[in-house]
């Protein structure tokens, strides 16, 4: 038998991040490539500024934040990359990146980095693999009201956490999940 890269977009994705926390564990921390600033200390000069807009989510804050993603990540990714292909997952991707990295510039005056908006947008996404035309999922009502239900109640507290990105991530799993016949090329 032979290890098989089955899942390219998700695996990659997951030894990127991974090389990101191996370097910063031995001292190179890269945090300021890999996290996105808030609008009002963006450089909108500085080509670096546009990158980090999709770049913030290769980087975690500790080993415990990249795990809490990847097992989501490495659980429902390769499902999911089967599902619509490589291309199209990736597209997801960097598109849920993009957007939570730019709302979270334009609207609040944290940064942000991780790649918990990807996580949401893989859950709802998830809970709309078989969607029948004309319906919506019972699983996909479910899945609103307890993940992002809970980010809506937690969005109250001082966690230090982005809720911001997780409603956002969750936000295009949906549109991407019912919208997915217009995503295909």
Known sequence: MRIQYN????????????????????????TGFFSVAPFSSMGLTNPLSYFRLFSHVIGHGGWDHYLGNFTYILLLGPILEEKYGSKQLLTMMLLTAFITGLINAIFLNSGLFGASGIVFMLILLSSVVNVQ???IPLTFILVVVVFLGKE?????????????AHL????????FGFGSDKLKG
């Open 152 to 164: 809506i109640f937690d969005a109250f507290g001082n966690d230090n956490i982005s809720q911001m």
């Open 168 to 175: 956002m991530g969750g936000i295009c799993g949906a549109i």
């Open 133 to 135: 035309k004309g319906s």
């Open 7 to 30: 899942a390219p977009v998700t695996l990659s994705f997951t030894f990127i991040c991974a090389a990101f926390m191996v370097l910063k564990n031995v001292g190179i921390d890269l």
